[in-house]
């Protein structure tokens, strides 16, 4: 794990500052920022549920609950890639990698995830997305999802179900 000093120095705008003339240096603040400088591998899946419209926020939240500050939601790309790959228990919740768009026009369009699963044609389809409208909806939308005793199999999940998450962190 790297960790990262940040010094930052804080300018304030008042005449006591701005109008000294014995070079006084502003205040400077010591910031510890984690900082990933490397893939992150998949650590497991959590056992508090949450639906799809709670966002990445919450996501992230709930997996450093379970398994500590430096776990957050994964991206199908570090789930697939990850040595340590398992299979959930329960259906889980995967931030999708679009990797490619296909189709032309305002109803063929459609976007493929890493894991080769491609959306719902978007256009006139309400439950056309891999993310949830950006993880905040619950109603009208799908989520990408890793499947119960499937092998791993990616899935559209409803975004108003009610689903593990995929946790990852940084690769020591």
Known sequence: MKYLIILIALFIA???????DDGGAPPVI???VNVSTGAAEFIGFTV??????????A????CQLEFGVDARFCTSEEYFTSASAAEPLARAWLHPTIVAATGTGTTNRQ???FSGLPSLPVGSNPF?????NGWQAVTRDNGLALEALAAGKPV????????AV???APAE
């Open 14 to 20: 008042s005449p006591s500052i701005a109008d000294d």
């Open 30 to 32: 010591d910031v510890t």
């Open 48 to 57: 508090g549920t949450i639906d799809g419209g709670q966002g990445i926020v």
């Open 59 to 62: 996501m992230n939240a709930l």
């Open 111 to 113: 976007v493929v995830d």
């Open 128 to 132: 056309a997305g891999l993310s949830c």
């Open 156 to 163: 559209r999940s409803f975004c108003g179900d009610v689903n």
């Open 166 to 168: 995929t946790c990852c």
